[in-house]
């Protein structure tokens, strides 16, 4: 084993990744191999910065994953089982301290198919890059097809939580139900995202630098002409390293009602997570950047008076003691974070209303914040309706959502207790 691995490090190229692991059987060394230095969203160059180490003192069970590296210059060396032991992980050479919400190229993605029979094949991770798809695959011509998103934590002692998997992957069961697609099970979901993760961790950011988003989409990825549903479907997860969703970090941000144009209608889609829901949005989101508001705020389209969401996120309404948010009701998201903030509001003493919330109500509240599992929980600063500005927590988190905020991210990050058990510690 000794003179293979040493024939193999001479061949490496510098932008290779070398991690050792201790097999119960035998020494081995993988080797995986690092693209080459891609830019960022945001236009951040990452091949400047020196490597980051983090050293793991706790063992953690790896369960291995079968790897797709028909891209690789390499193959893997094949293991059964190993531990992960005092492992030193090399950390992504990227600019942690500022890290915007841009899509961040990563090391591996997760693919698994399923056919007429409606059966989901075994995945496999493969390298990062580009899919095929017929021109007639059903996402594209009708589009067919759901979205996830859910995010993993390094804690400070370097171990990696995940934050409710298994809501996520009831959630795209629901939609898939709906866009009458098959879904994969919870536990394949869960599965899928935790080999995903730990193929990607040295894109994990540090304790406290930002977060691990999880991509997970599900695609009428067969050919179809005619409207039905397709033939085939792939379920596909990427990653990407993340820091704060809106541009002014956890500052207030600025929204404005729209009160013309809907994001969904009763008997739709607005209620499960399917990428046209998003789409949709686009043309009134971009009206009001343009102006200098950061989102918008919708209301239903029947009366057009109440509440409904963010483009991306849920709404809460704080008065007092009592925290209100739209009931959820067929066009409205069921956010997991939306769903979180309740239970952690309640067990901080709080009462909580879901109900149909007036747009007049935004007019004397105490505070409003938005959730989602991008933002977390983002306070509002001001609201504009019909020309009129309310302005909310000048320069900051008023203090119920800066509570809530706290105790819900100190959770997703380990530094509580989680009596909730909504975390899942990979191993």
């Known amino acids: 084993m000794e003179s293979s691995s ?18 119960s059987r035998n020494g081995c060394t993988l080797f995986l191999p690092i693209p080459n230095s891609f830019s ?3 236009g951040q160059s990452r091949h400047c910065l020196p490597p980051l180490s983090l050293k793991l003192q706790k063992q953690t069970a ?11 210059p390499f193959k893997l060396f094949s293991v059964s089982s190993h531990t992960l032991s005092n492992e030193t992980i090399q950390l992504a050479d990227i600019d942690w301290d500022n890290l915007g919400f841009g899509f961040c190229p990563t090391d591996y993605m997760y693919v698994m198919k399923c056919g007429r029979d409606g059966n989901f094949s075994k995945g496999e991770l493969q ?19 759901l979205f996830e998103g859910l995010k993993a934590y390094r804690k400070q002692d370097g171990s990696i939580l995940l934050f409710r998997p298994e809501e996520n992957a009831m959630r795209m069961q629901v939609g898939a139900e709906r866009m009458c697609m098959p879904s994969p099970s919870v536990e394949q979901f869960v599965e899928a995202v935790k080999a995903t993760v730990l193929a990607n961790k040295r894109w994990i950011p540090p304790s406290g630098k930002g977060s691990l988003y999880i991509r997970p989409l599900l695609m009428g990825s067969g050919a179809v002409l005619g409207l039905a549903p397709a033939p085939e479907y792939t379920f596909l997860i990427y990653v990407s390293p993340v820091g704060n969703y809106f541009k002014e970090g956890i500052a207030p941000i600025n929204l404005v009602v729209e009160h013309e144009l809907h994001r969904a209608t009763p008997g739709g889609t607005g209620g499960v997570k399917t990428i046209g829901n998003y789409a949709a949005v686009l043309k009134a989101q971009s009206a009001a950047k343009a102006k200098g508001y950061s989102d918008v705020l919708y209301l239903d389209c029947v009366h057009k008076r109440y509440l409904e969401e963010v483009s991306s996120c849920n709404i809460f309404v704080v008065k007092g003691n009592v925290i209100s948010t739209p009931v959820i009701k067929g066009t409205i998201l069921p956010g997991i974070t939306r769903k979180s903030i309740i239970d952690v509001a309640q067990s901080q003493g709080f009462q909580v209303e879901e109900r149909l919330v007036t747009v007049e109500e935004l007019l004397d509240a105490d505070e409003v914040f938005c959730t989602g599992t991008a933002v977390v929980v983002s306070p509002v600063g001001s609201i504009t309706y019909l020309g009129k500005r309310v302005s909310y927590a000048e320069g900051g988190f008023g203090a119920v959502s800066q509570q809530l905020y706290s105790v819900l991210t100190q959770l997703q990050m380990g530094l509580i207790a989680d009596k909730m058990n909504w975390t899942l510690e990979l191993s």
């Not at 790896?62 to 690789?72: A, E, G, L």
């Open 40 to 42: 960022s969203a945001a």
């Open 127 to 145: 390298r990062f890059g580009n899919i095929e798809l017929s021109p007639s695959a059903g996402v594209l011509n009708y589009g067919q097809g």
């Open 62 to 72: 790896f369960t291995p994953y079968h790897v797709n590296q028909t891209d690789s």
């Open 6 to 23: 040493s024939a193999v490090m001479a061949g490496l190229q510098p932008n290779s990744l070398i991690c050792p692991f201790s097999s």
